[in-house]
């Protein structure tokens, strides 16, 4: 298994710019997960996913979107990239959502915003 | 809301020396705790986990109890190595459906060879 794995692992923007970042994992996991991680602030809940077709808001949802047509996907989008954006991303994964079993996180986009 | 809170870094030890991080946490219910670890230029991964009071969790020399009377998951290591170095989290996760995780905001490691 690859686990989660992310692409790409490093990108510029331009304000005003749009990008996806992908995710993607091969565990048959129903719920996903994106966080962004900032200096001195731990890591936040952008919005998440109990399976195919579902997706909600998590703590900081603003200038993101998400969808999830399969199981294995669950890409994030920036449809106006914005300075405030930059962050590094982690997308995460476990096998179903309200059970106390281990999350597992992809290696990380590191997101740069001019 | 829930929230953790663990000690500010940097942490800088000599090699074999013994390790504390703190970790205090404020949730409402029953949380599931966990340390992970951030080595330089790469993602999380799970250190250990506890999953009810009185649980420790272990891994590579590394242990947590999860004590709910002081509301604490402590990370201790007997004798640290270099290849410890690293940003450590504290986090919970309560049994919701979002399956949040409340990260602390990282301890960062250093240890001198």
Same mark, same amino acid.
């Given at each position: 298994?690859?686990?989660?794995?992310?692409?790409?692992?490093?990108?510029?923007?331009?304000?005003?710019?749009?990008?996806?970042?992908?995710?993607?994992?091969?565990?048959?996991?129903?719920?996903?997960?994106?966080?962004?991680?900032?200096?001195?602030?731990?890591?936040?809940?952008?919005?998440?996913?109990?399976?195919?077709?579902?997706?909600?808001?998590?703590?900081?949802?603003?200038?993101?979107?998400?969808?999830?047509?399969?199981?294995?996907?669950?890409?994030?989008?920036?449809?106006?990239?914005?300075?405030?954006?930059?962050?590094?991303?982690?997308?995460?994964?476990?096998?179903?959502?309200?059970?106390?079993?281990?999350?597992?996180?992809?290696?990380?986009?590191?997101?740069?915003?001019? | 809301?829930?929230?953790?809170?663990?000690?500010?870094? *940097?942490?800088?030890?000599?090699?074999?020396?013994?390790?504390?991080?703190?970790?205090?946490?404020?949730?409402?219910?029953? *949380?599931?705790?966990?340390?992970?670890?951030?080595? *330089?230029?790469?993602?999380?991964?799970?250190?250990?986990?506890?999953?009810?009071?009185?649980?420790?969790?272990?891994?590579?020399?590394?242990?947590?109890?999860?004590?709910?009377?002081?509301?604490?998951?402590?990370?201790?290591?007997?004798?640290?190595?270099?290849?410890?170095?690293?940003?450590?989290?504290?986090?919970?996760?309560?049994?919701?459906?979002?399956?949040?995780?409340?990260?602390?905001?990282?301890?960062?490691?250093?240890?001198? *060879?």
């Amino acid at each position: 298994n690859a686990g989660v794995t992310q692409t790409p692992k490093f990108q510029v923007l331009k304000t005003g710019q749009s990008m996806t970042l992908q995710c993607a994992q091969d565990m048959n996991h129903e719920y996903m997960s994106w966080y962004r991680q900032d200096p001195g602030m731990g890591l936040r809940l952008i919005h998440y996913s109990v399976g195919a077709g579902i997706t909600d808001q998590g703590e900081v949802p603003n200038g993101y979107n998400v969808s999830r047509s399969t199981t294995e996907d669950f890409p994030l989008r920036l449809l106006s990239a914005a300075p405030s954006q930059t962050s590094v991303y982690f997308c995460a994964s476990k096998s179903r959502t309200g059970l106390r079993e281990t999350q597992y996180f992809g290696p990380g986009t590191r997101l740069l915003v001019l | 809301g829930d929230s953790v809170t663990q000690m500010e870094g *940097p942490v800088t030890l000599s090699e074999e020396a013994f390790l504390t991080i703190n970790c205090t946490y404020t949730a409402t219910g029953y *949380p599931s705790l966990f340390w992970y670890v951030q080595y *330089p230029g790469e993602g999380l991964q799970l250190l250990l986990k506890a999953t009810k009071a009185d649980d420790k969790g272990s891994n590579k020399g590394f242990e947590a109890t999860y004590r709910k009377e002081t509301t604490s998951f402590h990370l201790e290591k007997g004798s640290v190595q270099v290849s410890d170095s690293a940003v450590y989290f504290c986090a919970l996760s309560e049994v919701n459906r979002d399956d949040k995780i409340i990260f602390g905001k990282g301890t960062r490691l250093h240890i001198l *060879p």
